[in-house]
């Protein structure tokens, strides 16, 4: 019922029909980055008015400015000649500015495939007490979103979602990173960064974290209870698994303030 590609399926207001207009224009505008609008169910292409349109793209405010008004606006969509195949800061900053579902694709030889789509309706995380297994795609469908979905589902503890360029953690701008300087926004706090001291507290919706070739927390999941871990790691499909095979390599175990 649910694929794992979820995310780099046709869906929502990125039908096959909406796609393919938008894969020929980022065919023909290659090398430069191709942009456009859904707007009432059709794909409006948009001149790319950035400085340097082989790197980023900019849609003229006015043209964003008539969807807006004529409230027809149903995504936005762009292309990443070369990849990456996943959204950038900059990419994630504008969906959540916008309000509406994001698309990129990736222009090749043979046309252009669909990278990836965000913004809009999620996978569960669980369907009839089962995990729901997706595929990694960073930004999207990676450790932090999984944690992410989990709390609005599960724990029903909203997150807001923290834009972030693939591998932010290699130069980390503070001694915390992206995790650890975002506990108070997000409403949690650090309960134990020692594995024996936590066992004896451990409840189940913890959050941990690892440091993986990184001097700053960079991966994190899901205490579920009875000594398993919901995972989701870079080239694995998200899964549940032993506590024991991770718990000498976790830093941190969080838990939202007062519960």
Known sequence: MF???????????????????AAAHAVRAAPNEACGLVR?????????????????????????????????????????????????????????????????????????????????????VFHDGLHVPRAFLHGVSDCFSLICDHYAEVIGHPMEDCP?????????????????????????????????????IARPGDVYLMSIRSKVPNHGGIYLGDGLLLEHMHGNLSHREPIARKLKHITHWLRPKGV
């Open 164 to 200: 972030r360029d693939w591998e932010w953690w290699v130069n980390p701008k503070t001694e915390g990173g992206l995790y650890l300087d975002n506990l108070e926004e997000w409403g949690f706090e650090v309960i134990s960064t020692a594995p024996h001291e936590y066992a004896a």
């Open 3 to 21: 694929h794992p590609d979820f995310f780099r399926q046709p869906g929502g207001v990125f039908s096959r029909e909406v796609l393919l207009d």
């Open 40 to 124: 009432a169910g059709r794909y409006s292409p948009c001149e790319n008015v950035a400085a340097d349109p082989t790197v980023e793209f900019e849609i003229a405010p006015v043209e964003i400015g008539k969807a807006f008004r004529a409230g027809d606006l149903e995504g936005v969509i762009h292309s990443h000649p070369g990849g990456p195949w996943w959204p950038s800061r900059t990419d994630m900053v504008g969906q959540i500015e916008t309000r509406v579902p994001w698309a990129i694709l990736v222009p090749g030889d043979d046309g252009a495939e669909l990278a990836c789509h965000w913004g809009g309706p999620r996978p569960p």
